[in-house]
């Protein structure tokens, strides 16, 4: 079992910039693709970003891509999303997924997920 506990959620004006956090337990990530999902009201869960563990290859969906940031912290076992240039558009909850294997180009598979972090963004 992966437990994820997702933070760094918040208010922001648009083009502004937060940056969330997921923490992981249970077991060592070494052979898992961590990913970040968002969801809106009335919508499907929509992909955002992934990355391996061990190698750290990333994948951003296009309409984040250039503007957010994925990164893992090995010390903190725990993986970043660093939001730059944020829109009204962005604003959703933020989901924090885990799945075993590192197909990171594949958006289904994830199994662990994370509570939840709600991001609005303001005009």
């Known amino acids: 079992q992966v437990q994820l506990v997702e933070s760094g959620g918040g208010l922001v004006q648009a083009g502004g910039s937060l940056r969330l956090s997921c923490e992981a337990s249970g077991r060592t990530l070494d052979r898992y693709t961590m990913g970040w999902f968002r969801q809106v009201p009335g919508k499907e869960r929509e992909f955002v970003a992934a990355?391996?563990?061990?190698?750290?290859?990333?994948a951003y969906s296009g309409s984040v891509s250039g503007r957010f940031i994925i990164s893992r912290d090995n010390a903190k076992n725990a993986v970043c999303l660093q939001m730059n240039d944020l829109k009204l558009e962005d604003t959703a909850v933020y989901y924090c997924?885990?799945?075993?294997?590192?197909?990171?180009?594949?958006?289904?598979?994830?199994?662990?997920w994370g509570q939840g972090t709600q991001v609005t963004v303001s005009s």
């Open positions: 997924a885990a799945k075993y294997g590192e197909a990171y180009y594949s958006t289904s598979g994830y199994g662990y």
């Open positions: 990355i391996t563990w061990s190698g750290g290859i990333t």
